[in-house]
Every structure is written in structure tokens, then in C-alpha cells.
């Protein structure tokens, strides 16, 4: 999944990880937007970059291990959204098994 994600263009990631998090290992790509949870919870909706705010938008989202995102997949999908995956295993799992290079903490 994760591969198909990266390849195709038009798939909006939101890494709902805290910035300390992502100060520390991130995946250098355009696509991802940094939208902590804790930006989430207080703003909702309003918290959504422009790219994932249709319902039938493509989103991915990740985190460090995969709780979280997958917390926030089932809360988008409650509000309609139709076209929303989680990174299973997170980031996490991404440096384990697609790029080495970006490390684990």
C-alpha cells in the first residue's frame, strides 16, 4: 500500500505525529503535511490542508506507529470521508521496510 501511495501523485499525506516527533525522523516529501494531533483535536475540521478537504480526496495518514493515524482514519471516515487510508505501522514501519535512510526513534 505504502508504494502505490508514493507513487501515485495524487494521494495527500497528513503525518499527525507533534512536531518534536517530526524534528526528529520525517520522509522528505512535498505531499506530507505536518497536522499534530493535538492541532486536530482542538480545530477539527479547520485543521485540514486545503489538498484533503473533500471528502473523496486521496489521504494517507501516518504517525509514529500507526495508533494514532489509525484513530484519525476512522474519525474522517465518521465525517464522510471516502478515500482515507493509515500507514500501518507508521513512520516506523516506512524506515523499516522503504527507506533505512530516514532511521527510527
Same mark, same amino acid.
Given at each position: 500500500?505504502?508504494?502505490?501511495?508514493? &507513487?501515485?501523485e /495524487?494521494? +495527500?499525506?497528513?503525518?499527525v505525529?507533534?512536531?518534536?516527533?517530526h *524534528?526528529? %525522523?520525517?520522509?522528505?516529501?512535498?505531499?506530507i503535511?505536518?497536522?499534530p494531533?493535538?492541532?486536530?483535536?482542538?480545530?477539527?475540521?479547520?485543521?485540514?490542508?486545503?489538498?484533503?478537504? &473533500?471528502?473523496? /480526496?486521496? +489521504?494517507?495518514?501516518?504517525?509514529?506507529?500507526?495508533?494514532?493515524? *489509525?484513530? %484519525?482514519?476512522?474519525?474522517?471516515?465518521?465525517?464522510?470521508?471516502?478515500?482515507?487510508?493509515?500507514?500501518?505501522?507508521?513512520?516506523?514501519?516506512?524506515?523499516r521496510?522503504?527507506d533505512?535512510?530516514?532511521?527510527?526513534?
Open positions: 500500500m505504502a508504494q502505490r501511495c508514493v &507513487a501515485d /495524487a494521494f +495527500v499525506w497528513l503525518d505525529r507533534e512536531p518534536n516527533e *524534528a526528529l %525522523v520525517s520522509i522528505p516529501d512535498a505531499r503535511h505536518l497536522l494531533l493535538s492541532r486536530l483535536a482542538a480545530e477539527r475540521l479547520d485543521a485540514l490542508p486545503d489538498a484533503a478537504r &473533500a471528502q473523496d /480526496a486521496p +489521504v494517507v495518514v501516518m504517525c509514529h506507529h500507526g495508533v494514532r493515524s *489509525a484513530q %484519525v482514519v476512522a474519525w474522517l471516515q465518521q465525517q464522510g470521508w471516502t478515500n482515507v487510508l493509515n500507514l500501518a505501522g507508521g513512520i516506523d514501519a516506512w524506515a521496510e522503504v533505512a535512510s530516514i532511521g527510527v526513534y
